[in-house]
Structure formats: structure tokens, C-alpha cells
């Protein structure tokens, strides 16, 4: 009889095992497959764009905000005149160009201005890109200022550049309101408790009789 179980006990060992490669396979098919794998770059701006960031920040002051590195295809998009193929081909043609910066308005974060800064000598395939980019502005009819990125700039030409290309857009600015400080928030807690006092203003602004 020994045989005879040993036979059992080999065949539930080769059963399982099976059941286990079965589900095994099941278990990857059921699994999405991972294609990529990312990790983050080292340095999303180096020191010149970072000083060139911080700059036109500066330069164009707080009623507006500055962006970097914003994907062209997400500002710009073909012209609804064009047929579904040529947008689809103009879309195409702005696929991984970035604006490096991008000034929008504080109010809405409508796009006002793109910055395009470039090295002093830039290679062959950012011309290329410049090009590409500046037509797409021209005909969206979206200023750019084109800078030189540099250890150093002068703050007053800069900012008369990005604001006379922020004007040209002829867009409307609604300016930042100044913060309360604390004198006025003080001004404004007495006035809203004299409106609750006998005699004070309320229902709509009446004076109680």
C-alpha cells in the first residue's frame, strides 16, 4: 500500500503545482503591464534660467505670474479655420516645445507673453525650435520677447521689453487687490459691530427709528 500513497501524495504535489503556475499566469494577465519607468531630472532649471526666472518675475511685477517651461501644445492650438488633418499636423509640429517661460495674468492666468531664452550661441536644432515657435506666436497672435540667458541683466530695459509686449496684447489687466493690513481689518470689525448696535445701520443699510 506504501506505493500506492506515495502515488496520491506525488500526484496532489504535481496538481498543486499546476494550480499554483495557473494562477500564476492568470495573475499577470490580470496585472497592467508597467512599459516605462521615470524618475526626476537633476536640476528641472539651472542657475542661469533660474536667475532669468526670477528676474522677469521682478520685471513684471505682481499683477502678473510667470510660468517656466510651459508646453507650447497646451498655450497654442491650430487654427479652427484649418481642417481636422492640418490642425492635427500643426498641433503636431509643436510636440515637445516648450515656451521656457510663459507671463500670464494674476487675475485669471490668461497667457500674455511668451519668454524664449536661449543660450548666446544656441545650436542648430533651437533655432530650429525658435523659428517653429515664433511663427506659432505670430499667428496666435501671442507677443514673445526673445532674452539671452546670462549671469546678469538690467532690470529697467528688461521690464520696459515684457511690458510693452504685455500692451501689445491688448488684453485687459485686472489688477492684484493690496492685501488688508492690520488697521483696516481693525476699521472694518468696528464698523461691522456698529451696524449691529441700536442706532447703527442695518436691514440693507436703514437706520433704525
Known sequence: MEPF????????????????????????????????AYERRDGFLDFQERLCLGTVEEAVGRDFRVFARVGAGAVLVGDSDLGRRRRRAAMQA????????????????????????SPPEPSRARRR?????????ADAGLPW????????????A?????????ESAEVRIAPTPDPVGPDEESLLAELAAAMQEPGGRENGGRSRR
Request: proline share 2%; glycine share 6%.
Open 94 to 117: 509643436l510636440g515637445g516645445r516648450v515656451f521656457d517661460f510663459l507671463v500670464c495674468s494674476a487675475a485669471d492666468a490668461y497667457p500674455l507673453c511668451a519668454v524664449l531664452a
Open 158 to 166: 528688461m521690464r520696459r521689453e515684457l511690458l510693452d509686449a504685455i
Open 129 to 137: 525650435e525658435l523659428a517653429v515657435l515664433r511663427t506659432a506666436c
Open 5 to 36: 500513497y506515495i502515488m496520491v501524495f506525488a500526484a496532489g504535489l504535481a496538481v498543486a503545482g499546476l494550480f499554483f503556475h495557473v494562477l500564476g499566469l492568470f495573475s499577470r494577465l490580470i496585472r497592467p503591464r508597467r512599459t516605462f
Open 145 to 156: 520677447v526673445e532674452l539671452t540667458l546670462a549671469d546678469g541683466y538690467e532690470l529697467t
